[in-house]
């Protein structure tokens, strides 16, 4: 009878190093190996060795750095979307596509089961297998970190890093730095360890090491520097004047952005499951984009469409944070985030200096700024009497003058 084949999303870290050994032992599996390339740069190298040397029957390593940019950074930007006013999801966009990617595999293979090493405190185990629900529903998920048996086994890292030892399994992670990392192409996260002390200052000297995508603004260059993005419906299509893809745009903004000291989050959040955590992260590029593109739809958007799409922010971000990507409601809102961006079109001109995205320009061929009819001057095109104000102001004020009357009488 053939063996029981599991796909694990694997990363050659300590976890999921320990995890594919355990699994193999534990139900006597074949498992095969996933890693995805979403921008994690130099963590890739020699990890399909490490994962045969390990125990994996067979690895798969997908570069997904274009779908990634393509496909669901930038529909997310589109929406505007950064959760409780500072996160801007770089963990919490990639989990569905990697999710979606293992199915794939799974199919192609076999495969009865998936596994991750997503721990039961936090939010990647619900964005992982809320996005495996909404693809694959008879796909079993393994989750070692919510079995009592796994977490018997290994109650810290400790005993993880002495398994993998006794087993010949090389890991570099040690007692002593004890937070942890997650890199794609939109940011680097870091969390646990010393971080777990809200009053801990990660930007102070002792912390300069941690980060990689971004000097601190302390270092950046004294001298500002201007970036031009063109804008086609919503999505960056060219940097100064040369046309790009969504990967080669996102590429080139981390490196912009983290030569100038921009992007850098501390925050408490809330997670899915109940608890507050505090994260440090690094979205250098993102940060660009994110500016840039609010400065687009400045001049482009309609009002009240604006006021529409920006009333869903909250609601879009998240349904991102807390693993919903596939889920109906998320669709609908990305529908309408597509029509509110067909008209996201033109040039805009920020200045990156210490940190900071600072607005210099901004044109369009289809834009709704007149200055004719802005002007403090006389309207040459005599679009708007401010004698019709007097009106305006009488009706909206009316409300207001009987709930006061009210108010006196009391």
């Known amino acids: 009878m053939a063996k029981q084949k599991i796909v694990l999303a694997y990363s050659g870290g300590l976890d999921t190093s320990v995890i594919l050994k355990w699994l193999k032992e534990t139900y006597d599996a074949e498992i095969i190996a996933f890693t995805a390339d979403i921008g994690q740069k130099e963590e890739l190298d020699g990890l399909e060795e490490k994962a045969l040397a390990t125990g994996a029957s067979k690895v798969y390593i ?17 929406a505007g979307a950064m959760y409780e006013g500072q996160y801007l999801l770089g963990t919490s966009i990639a989990r569905p596509l990697i999710a979606k990617r293992m199915v794939e595999i799974a199919r192609a293979e076999g495969a009865t089961a998936i596994a991750h090493g997503a721990t039961g405190k936090g939010n990647d185990q619900v ?147 109940g608890m507050k955590s505090r994260g440090v992260y690094e979205t250098p590029g993102g940060t660009i984009l994110f500016t840039a593109h609010r400065k687009m739809e400045s001049i482009t958007m309609d009002r009240e469409v604006m006021n529409l799409r920006d009333s869903l922010i909250t609601r879009y971000s998240t349904l991102v944070y807390n693993g919903f990507w596939f889920a109906p409601e998320r669709l609908a809102l990305q529908a309408l985030v597509t029509e509110s961006q067909k008209n996201v079109t033109g040039t805009v001109r920020v200045k990156l200096y210490k940190g900071n995205v600072i607005g210099a320009g901004v044109k369009s061929p289809v834009s709704l700024y007149n200055p004719d009819i802005a002007t403090m001057e006389a309207d040459p095109t005599q679009a708007y009497d401010q004698g019709d104000a007097t009106g305006f102001i009488r009706l909206n004020a009316l409300r207001l003058k009987v709930a006061a009357g009210v108010n006196q009488n009391q």
């Open 62 to 78: 997908d570069d997904l750095r274009d779908e990634f940019a393509k496909d669901f950074i930038f529909p997310m930007f589109q």
């Open 127 to 273: 964005r992982f297998e809320l996005g495996v629900a909404g693809l694959a529903p008879d796909i079993e998920v393994i989750a070692p970190w919510r079995l009592e048996e796994f977490r018997g086994s290994f109650p810290g890292r400790a005993e993880m890093i002495a398994y993998a030892e006794a087993h010949g399994i090389p890991v570099t992670a040690s007692a002593a730095k004890s937070y942890s990392m997650d890199r794609n192409l939109l940011h680097i996260s870091y969390e646990s360890g010393v971080l777990e002390d809200p009053w801990y200052d990660a930007s102070a000297e002792a912390s300069k090491d941690m980060y990689l995508l971004s000097v601190s603004p302390e270092d950046a260059p004294d001298e500002a520097e201007y970036l031009e993005l063109e804008f086609k419906q919503g999505n960056v299509v060219a940097l100064n004047g040369e046309a790009m893809s969504p990967l080669q745009v996102m590429e080139k903004l981390n490196e912009l952005g983290g030569k100038h000291g921009i992007g850098r989050v501390d925050m408490v959040e809330n997670r899915f499951v």
